[in-house]
Structure formats: structure tokens, C-alpha cells
């Protein structure tokens, strides 16, 4: 597989990297130090289109699928971790609402975000439910021209900003029939009933919000219930696995962030007269890593491309985010370990990523949740 990209590929991730450069690298570390979300930096991300990369260009988006939200993903990632974890987390809300919504819905939600005139966040995971989206308890009753939702969810990034505009939903409609009971609607911010939790501070995705959401007889017209009733499973587990192609390419860019910072120590620690990078103890592992980061990049371009195709491609995305999540803490841990002593010290950016890398192998389904769906075409 040729790894080349496309003009408007090329022209997007020269764009990102220009952004990286001369926006992000002068002033996101002390909202990194600060575990402070970057609302100014985030607004003049989103004046420039970025949010919309993937999107159908009839609703204000770019029309470069998943292949171009991998793009951003990574260019991102490569300059801050937790600046890619708001855009994925955006990303998520705003691919239900293209795969499933209406015209008139595409032209109310996903329009605006693709223009950066908001963002949004993702109402999925519960505290007693983990990754069991089919547990849900969060209820929608049906009222009149309403519904009626009611419950709690949790790790929802990028709510409670000064920049959220809406979230989504899966929640019960129809208890009798299971899985197949479940449905997702959008809910903007301030409608009455709709509560957003204090954020906490994580090990990773710092400058990134995540916090509990909470529906208290939070009334919203039937017309916001996104696709068919019932298809709510089907629905998060088709973002999901989009989701993952996303924290594939989050690894990557963070791997790739991390061989820079350890190349670049590397070669200017000397010891014994000579740079520390001529010692083959840590030349090997990171020419290691550059293999594993080789890997990672054909199956991130593939998993899109697949996804692109309109193929099935769960399997495949599984396999992408684990081995991506997963090689992301190994590079990681090998960057801090060429640092040294110095690689503990928070001043040092080296010492943050194993935090960020571990959020990426939780996040989208566990490492262990990628495997048990990879294991089952070992039965055929």
C-alpha cells in the first residue's frame, strides 16, 4: 500500500502543521501544566474548518471522510495529545448526526459544527454500565410531541465548555425490546433538565474536559431523536468503530511526538564525548519504534479507506486501535526512558505522554473490548 496523499490530503495536513507550528507549539503547554481546557486556542482551531474535515460539504463540511479526520487526528496529536482528544470527541456526535440524521437535522447540528460555530459531546458510557453500551439505564419516554429523558452518563469530553453547544444521547425507549430498545437523541445545552458535572484531572486528555451529564425529566421535541427508533445500538457501535480508526491515528501522532522528543535529547546528551543517541541500548528500541510507528500508519490508512469504502470494517478498526493504543504507551515509555532522570520531571514534555498514550487504550473500547471482537472470527 502506497502511503502517498492526495493534493487536498497533502494541502490539509501542511494546513494542520502550520496551525501546530505557529498557533498550538508557543502557547499550549501551559494549558497542558494547567489542566485547563485552551478555549481561545480551541476558537481559532474551529474558525479555520478543521471540525468539519470529514464531513459532506452540502452541510459546510470538507467531503474527505475518514482518511482526512485521521489526518487531523494524528498532525494534531503530534503537537499535543490532548488537543486531538477534542476534536475526536467532537467528531463522535457529529458522526451520528451525518450517518443517521435527517436533512433538516444535518442543516440544524451538524452544519454549525462543521463551521466551528460550537462543539459537542457524546452521551454514551454510564457509571454502572462500563463498556456494556446495551446496559443503559438513561430512560426516554415518549410524551405527547416529547420525550422524556432521564439519567446519568459519564467521561463525556468536551461538555460543560464555554464552547459546548449540544450533546448526544442513547437511552431507553423501549424496555421490552433490549438492545434493541435503545435510541439516540441530541439535547442542546440549556435545555431545562440538562445538568453537566465538574471536570476532574486526568492523567491524560489534561486539557481536555470530561465530566458526568446529567437528565432530570429533560424535555426535547421527537424531532430530536436521531434515525429510526431502536437503532440507537447499531448507531453508537458504527461510531464507535469510526471512533477508533481516530484514537488509531492519535496514537500515531503521539508516537510520533515521542520519537522526536527522544531523537532530539538524544542527540545532544553526551556522555563519554559522545551523543547518547550513537549508543545502540537506545538507537535499537527506537528503530523499533519507527517500525512499529510504519505498521501503525498502513493500518490506520487502511481502517479508513475501508471505512470510506462503506465496507464492513468493525474488525479491522479493532485491530487498528489496539495495536496503535497499544504501541503509543510502549514508544512512550521508551522516549521517557532515553530522558533519563529527566524524564520524570514535569517540565520535560516526555513525561506526560504515558499518561496520554494510557487514556487512548480505556477510551473507545478497552484494549481487552478490542480483542474479544478481534477473537471472535477465530469462530468463523
Partial sequence: MLLDL?????????SLESFARQVLAPRIKAFVDRHEFPTELVREFLALGFMGTAYEEAFDGGGMGTRGAAIVAETLARAEPGFAAIYLCNSAPMTVIARYGTPEQK???????????????????????GSDVAATRTRAVADGDD?????????????????????????????DKGARGLSTFVVPVGTPGFRVGKAS???????????ELFLDECRVPKANMIGNRGDGLKQILTTLSIGRILVAATGL??????????RSYAAGRTVGGAP???NQGLAFPLADALTKIHAAELMVRNAAAISDAGRPFRTETSMTKLFASEMAGEIADIALQVHGGYGVFEEFEVSGLLGEAKVLQIVEGTSEVQRLIIARELAG
Avoid at 107 to 129: D, N, Q, Y
Avoid at 168 to 175: H, N, S
Avoid at 201 to 211: E, Q, T
Fill in 253 to 262: 501522532g503521539l508516537s510520533r511526538k515521542a520519537v522526536d522528543l527522544a
Fill in 147 to 175: 420525550f422524556v429523558l432521564t439519567g446519568a452518563k459519564i467521561f463525556s469530553t468536551n461538555a460543560g465548555t464555554p464552547l459546548h453547544g449540544l450533546s448526544t444521547f442513547i437511552a431507553v425507549t423501549d424496555p
Fill in 6 to 14: 492526495s493534493d487536498d490530503e497533502t494541502l490539509l495536513k501542511s
Fill in 107 to 129: 442543516a440544524k447540528w451538524l452544519a454549525p459544527l462543521c463551521r466551528g460555530e460550537m462543539i459537542a459531546s457524546f452521551g454514551v458510557t454510564e457509571p454502572h454500565g
Fill in 201 to 211: 484531572r486526568k492523567i491524560g486528555w489534561r486539557i481536555a474536559d470530561s465530566v
Fill in 276 to 278: 547518547i543517541l550513537s
